[in-house]
């Protein structure tokens, strides 16, 4: 497991930004995040390092982008009506370096 400063956000949606200290572990960027309900979770994007590329010469920063599937998502239209969307993607800009 090795130590990592991260920012993830959506692509096109800048202003949704997470970003701080994780991990990279077996490939995959873990951090931890805070539920829309204030409970406290683990975050975890899968693959990453194997996505991202080296962004500087020294290769100690990565930038690349992940797609996530989600199933079942809860979905708020503008008339506040409400429904399940069996299948959505979401794709995201990953930058992480590594620290000691």
């Known amino acids: 497991m090795?130590?990592?400063v991260y920012s993830v956000s959506k692509v096109n949606h800048r202003?949704?930004?997470m970003k701080g200290v994780g991990y990279?572990?077996?490939g995959?960027?873990?951090?931890?995040?805070?539920?829309?309900?204030?409970?406290?979770?683990?975050?975890?994007?899968e693959d990453v390092a194997?996505?991202?590329k080296p962004?500087?010469?020294d290769s100690t920063e990565f930038k690349g982008y992940i797609t996530v599937a989600y199933t079942d998502v809860p979905v708020q239209r503008k008339d506040e009506s409400k429904e399940i969307v069996d299948y959505i993607e979401v794709e995201y800009s990953v930058w992480f370096k590594y620290v000691d």
Not at 28 to 45: D, Q, W
């Open 2 to 4: 090795k130590k990592v």
């Open 15 to 17: 202003d949704e930004k």
């Open 24 to 26: 990279i572990a077996e």
């Open 28 to 45: 995959n960027l873990i951090f931890p995040a805070i539920s829309a309900k204030g409970n406290p979770y683990i975050r975890i994007f």
């Open 50 to 52: 194997n996505r991202c």
């Open 55 to 57: 962004f500087t010469q």
